[in-house]
């Protein structure tokens, strides 16, 4: 093995990515699998996540998916998802906390109820799936090669921008502070917590302006860079965040979002 691929190796371990059937958390796992590791994928529609683990064994990489159901959206649900990953695995090297949902509505007629919703996926899934995995982060953590969580935050969470999804912004920045706070906890466990804050992509919750080639070249044309991100711009930070180069960082919120982040009059997708 060269140097390059020892340094950015994620080969043998294992991982779960949660919401991985589409959009960035298929990118998460698409990455994994191609460099070697194991990687359960779930979200709520199992048969999606059977068919893409499928897709993801066929394409020649080192590495291996498992697709099932698994609900984060009631303390139910993420029991029973615990339990079908305690059923597959001991250790559990990598946590991607992806799963994501979003409301829009004008600030008039924003529901009451849409809160509660992103919020309890959004965060509330987040803290308490990462606590009851504990117990197989451990089992996994070592001084040279610590666990990994990544959160998935949002461009959106930190910067104050709206574009009618106020419950999503919102929850999107609890993810940034919960990550750091999780960061500092867990490093005495030898587990990191790091966050990704993408910009636009392509995925089923951005398929209202990022469907098509023309649609996804105009909300590009807003960005920096000047394009909207691509499935390699996600493997690589995955990679890095996941493997003995990214073994030293904590608490981090990285921005992958073409320079959104420190753009002046950002806009998204609302014109």
Known sequence: MSYLDELFSVAG???LVTGAATGIGRMAATALVRAGATVMIASRKGEDCIRVAAELNGLGGSGRADGFAGDVSSEAGIAALVAE???R???LHILVNNAGVS???PLESFPYH???????????AVFHL?????PLLDAAASDADPARVINLGSVMGTQPLADDAYSYSASKAAVHHLTRTLAIEFAARRITVNAFAPGPFQSRMTAFATATEEQARHVGDHVPLR???APDDIAGATLYLCSRAGSYVTG???PIDGGQSVQHGLTLFKE
């Open 13 to 15: 371990k294992t991982a």
């Open 85 to 87: 990953v305690k059923a």
């Open 89 to 91: 695995t001991e250790r």
């Open 103 to 105: 409301w829009g509505a």
């Open 114 to 124: 849409a809160w509660a919703k992103v919020f309890g996926v959004n965060v509330t």
């Open 130 to 134: 990462t606590r009851e995995l504990l």
């Open 227 to 229: 394009r909207i991100g």
């Open 252 to 254: 981090a919120i990285l």
